[in-house]
């Protein structure tokens, strides 16, 4: 076993190993995106029966979750979520962990799947849940305005295309009596347009009248509100009442078009 | 909202921001080390009531985290864990997700948080936890089998030179009445026989005699074992028993030096 | 020796060190800069005798080798040089060699040293070169416009600095009769003014007049210029004289400030 | 322009574009290998009448740049050319420039560049250079004596292939009258053992017999030679005649296998 009094020097021998360690500095003046992605989510999904096309409560962890990675960590503007992934968007500035790629990547995987099984009773109170679910990370760097804008378009317009896809798949297992393959072969070559019009025709459906959380997927940004309260205070040997308003910042849940359609640049059109 | 005839079109014309993702592949031929360090673990022990200097339930939840990561993820030869931090060793030919350092540290760190708060009331049985834990993870390369073992040894010193440490700490406030502040002055500038000296002389302890678990850390290793079970058969119509043995691989845990004294080499001799 | 019918094969079981390579691609939407230094420049300088503070046949020379980075490799929108330096900007869309960084500063390092040597007789007529130079090279990303203006400036200012000292310098050495180690003294903790105030009460110089190419250093960009030549055509049987006027684009070198003293955002003005 | 006094604050309010710099360094504990390919070499033979298939005076003049490159950088081991590529090995534990890759890949390619013009006129003294020749580089790391004896033996089997083919191929050109593209069709498909054997009963050609620096390539090493030279020295007011023998290190070429083809575990023999 080691002797005491040579563990000290053994271990300044042994530190070498630390020049080991590479830089992984983000390039400054860029936002930095972590995404994740859930591991095998859809054999977890079918584990714990979750409903199709969407499962509200597993949508809801997720935000939960995301919710989580913001307020813990620092200097995240904006995240967006849909289905079984989540971006997240540090400020260009941010000196966050020395922009250490390794750092912010690890901290916001590790924050979001301990959220994700710690708040699931909050979610499933009726479903436990079987085992712990993993999720992986990586990073981008984007160097302008325009292309994180064009990241998060890119993201949504994924979400659209997956749900639009899920919600005419599903109608046409659940009450259109088709089994998956012959629901797949429907829809193979089919065109947004025509899968639009089989909803309409066959199952009464306006696709535009489908929840927003499902057609454009969870933003979730800090905003600033007024908190007001009421203290009893004693003013002249008199108790009174006085109301106290502080401005507090606070994550607040968007479903809407990331970016707004009305300067065209970039963005789909309405 | 998107006029879904021109998502798809929109799409493909800001997928472009893939090209911004960049290749982190691991060198070939390197063992591979993800190590996870706990974050802000000194107020989550405190918030916790962890016991001191070594909660043994908390390092048992450490321990089922690091095995469950190994049973997940694919390649880990060995893993080794002390106070609040685990490393993971790939295999110098692992290909586990093409070697992409991000996609390994982010599984690792997830799949890890995950889990220790999926296994927390398995250890924690009588407290609950209070609030989601978060681990950050690195990346580092050992080329050669000594450079990977003088990493151990590395962090294995340091276990015992914290434990040793902290030993001493815990015992002259817990049983010598001293405030953390005057432990601190006492320990300062004393070497390791000082300490085992005060431990000896004042509290009886031989510190040589203190649990493997806290002195040396946890080593967990994929060992075969041979498993016999018996089924029932029916062999000409008659019913038999037979005992059927099945080499499995599983994941054992063990405390001790992980480089033998003996080679002298590059390890702390006894 | 190798047996030749089994080269190939043993090629092909070889080929796996290609693996090793790793992708070094620079982020897209950034400037590259590649910066050349002189090696040794110093002892370069001494070794052929090279004017001071300032010699015009080395500074026309390296200017000369920068054109000719300029005019063989791809996508150098302008080049800023001074002293032993030289620094490359590749427009920030740039596909050339898929934007890897080794490629990029090892084709600018080359071409510019080899165009050093090769083009030496055209600037040192009298003097022949001892020994082949040597100019290492890096590449810095910059994601903004302003981030680039203010790399130009800072190296800008760096060429005033050291003008400025430099020219003060070798007067009080050349002219005032100091020993270097003397002049170094009387230089210590000198301010721009006092250095400007030496220049001018002792030797009757206004820096403001000294030559641009020392106080600027040296841009290149490429310039549309109109060139006309005159052929001889023959029409209706008759010879005439014909003007041709075509636009071509070349290099062309500058020596002002990179960046609008004004706003501090406008382009190079004269 | 700049007024002077306010150039030092604006250098240092520019100078925060220096953390734009990334850390480049190699991982420690492997073999670094920088390899230059010429760039454009086809046209840059055409243009200088390089005899086919093997030019002398430009293998030569390959060779003596690489020799320059050895002579001035410090901790290259071994260096390895053929045709117009050259490989240089520097030592697993070198700290030379700190191991940041893209000082190490730039100046191999800048001292091998100027090196390649200053040196042209010994080598071809007849004919002068047209224009200063371009080479690009790489980095790649090996981690182990394995990997660098397959890396070596990779480039020299690529000799062997392409010096083969070419040998056969200019044989059918220059005296087999023959057109490149009836050459080029002739060798489609063929083996190894076919271009011997036409070698051999077309052209009366033994390809072992054929230059081993063709055939294997130059590979340059350190060598510890004895220098003996003789002094007069003064004894005893007698003038006399004394031999000094110091040993000195010096870069020596060897055209053989580099690796032996025996067990393919040794080191290169001659």
């Not at 002797?3 to 190993?17: D, G, I, L, W």
């Not at 813990?72 to 250490?100: C, H, M, P, T």
């Not at 760097?141 to 994924?158: I, T, V």
């Amino acid at each position: 076993s080691f002797r005491t009094s040579s563990v000290q020097m053994a271990k300044s021998k042994f530190e070498y190993v630390r020049n080991f360690e590479t830089d992984d500095t983000c390039l400054r003046n860029c936002y930095i995106v972590v995404r994740l992605d859930g591991r095998n989510f859809h054999k977890f999904a079918e584990t714990h029966d979750f409903a199709k096309p969407n499962d509200d409560r597993a949508l809801g962890l997720m935000t939960r979750s995301a919710r989580s990675v913001m307020e813990e960590l620092d200097d995240i503007v904006i995240a967006y979520g849909q289905s079984d992934e989540f971006s997240f968007v540090f400020k260009r500035s941010s000196n966050w962990f020395k922009r250490r790629a390794s750092k912010l990547m690890t901290h916001v995987a590790s924050q979001f799947s301990s959220s994700y099984v710690f708040f699931w009773k909050d979610h499933f109170a009726d479903r436990p849940l079987l085992y712990p679910p993993g999720f992986d990370g990586r990073v981008v760097l984007y160097p302008s305005n325009q292309n994180l804008r064009d990241y998060l378009s890119w993201r949504q317009a994924d979400c659209h295309i997956n749900n639009l896809y899920n919600t005419v798949f599903w109608r046409l297992v659940q009450k259109g009596g088709l089994s998956t393959v012959q629901a797949e072969d429907r829809l193979k070559g089919t065109l947004a347009a025509d899968k639009n019009e089989i909803l309409f025709s066959e199952f009464d459906i306006n696709y535009n009248n489908e929840p927003l959380v499902h057609r454009k997927g969870t933003a979730l940004v800090w905003e600033k509100a007024d908190e007001t309260t009421t203290k009893q205070v004693r003013v002249l040997n008199e108790e009174k009442e006085v109301t106290v308003t502080k401005s507090r910042k606070r994550v607040s849940a968007h479903h809407c078009d990331l970016i707004g359609s009305r300067s065209g640049r970039s963005t789909p059109t309405s």
